[in-house]
């Protein structure tokens, strides 16, 4: 009977042992990360965050996915590559623009007078933003060539304004006699 005690002790001991060494094999690849543990051979650590796979990293105090994301300036930022910055944030140079540290969509922004203006329908002229292309000085002011005329400095609304003497007059309704502006079509004797 004592035989067979020892032999169930021997028996209970081994499976004990057994038991025991799985446990500490299996503790083993398992490490630490912040509350909890994680499989360093299927999983990564960032900053006390358990992350599924082993392509996470840090950027410098966050953590990104290194298989779909760069880091830019300690900025973790979608993509393969980093983007030029604007202030405090990134842009796309291939369609985008930046003005006083401000992206701005589209690649035409100039500064007119410390503000910023889309070129392609806008003309900074005199320290002024105008609508529109084209735009012109014209003494202490700026016209649109399109729909207006500038005459000795002035801007006038139509087209074809023209000098005559000290003053501009319109052609199509008005005359210019000897440096005199008339109303309307006037022959002029000299």
């Given at each position: 009977?004592?035989?067979?005690?020892?032999?169930?002790?021997?028996?209970?001991?081994?499976?004990?042992?057994?038991?025991s060494v799985s446990v500490i094999g299996a503790n083993m690849t398992f490490?630490?990360?912040?509350?909890?543990?994680?499989?360093?051979?299927?999983?990564?650590?960032?900053?006390?965050?358990?992350?599924?796979?082993?392509?996470?990293?840090?950027?410098?105090?966050?953590?990104?996915?290194?298989?779909?994301?760069?880091?830019?300036?300690?900025?973790?930022?979608?993509?393969?590559?980093?983007?030029?910055?604007?202030?405090?944030?990134?842009?796309?140079?291939?369609?985008?623009?930046?003005?006083?540290g401000e992206p701005r969509d589209g690649l035409l922004w100039g500064v007119?007078?410390?503000?910023?203006?889309?070129?392609?329908?806008?003309?900074?002229?005199?320290?002024?933003?105008?609508?529109?292309?084209?735009?012109?000085?014209?003494?202490?002011?700026?016209?649109?060539?399109?729909?207006?005329?500038?005459?000795?400095?002035?801007?006038?609304?139509?087209?074809?304004?023209?000098?005559?003497?000290?003053?501009?007059?319109?052609?199509?309704?008005?005359?210019?006699?000897?440096?005199?502006?008339?109303?309307?079509?006037?022959?002029?004797?000299?």
């Amino acid at each position: 009977m004592q035989k067979i005690h020892i032999w169930i002790i021997g028996v209970v001991l081994f499976a004990s042992l057994g038991v025991s060494v799985s446990v500490i094999g299996a503790n083993m690849t398992f490490l630490p990360c912040g509350d909890s543990t994680y499989d360093p051979a299927k999983q990564s650590c960032c900053q006390g965050q358990v992350y599924d796979g082993l392509h996470w990293g840090t950027c410098k105090d966050a953590c990104y996915d290194m298989e779909k994301q760069v880091c830019c300036n300690g900025v973790p930022v979608n993509g393969t590559r980093c983007l030029p910055t604007c202030g405090d944030s990134f842009y796309n140079p291939t369609t985008q623009s930046c003005c006083l540290g401000e992206p701005r969509d589209g690649l035409l922004w100039g500064v007119c007078n410390g503000k910023c203006y889309d070129m392609t329908n806008e003309t900074c002229c005199n320290n002024q933003i105008y609508p529109g292309s084209g735009w012109r000085k014209c003494g202490d002011t700026c016209y649109n060539p399109n729909n207006q005329s500038c005459c000795l400095g002035k801007a006038y609304d139509g087209l074809g304004y023209t000098k005559c003497g000290d003053s501009c007059f319109n052609p199509k309704t008005e005359s210019c006699c000897k440096g005199k502006v008339l109303e309307g079509k006037v022959e002029c004797a000299y």
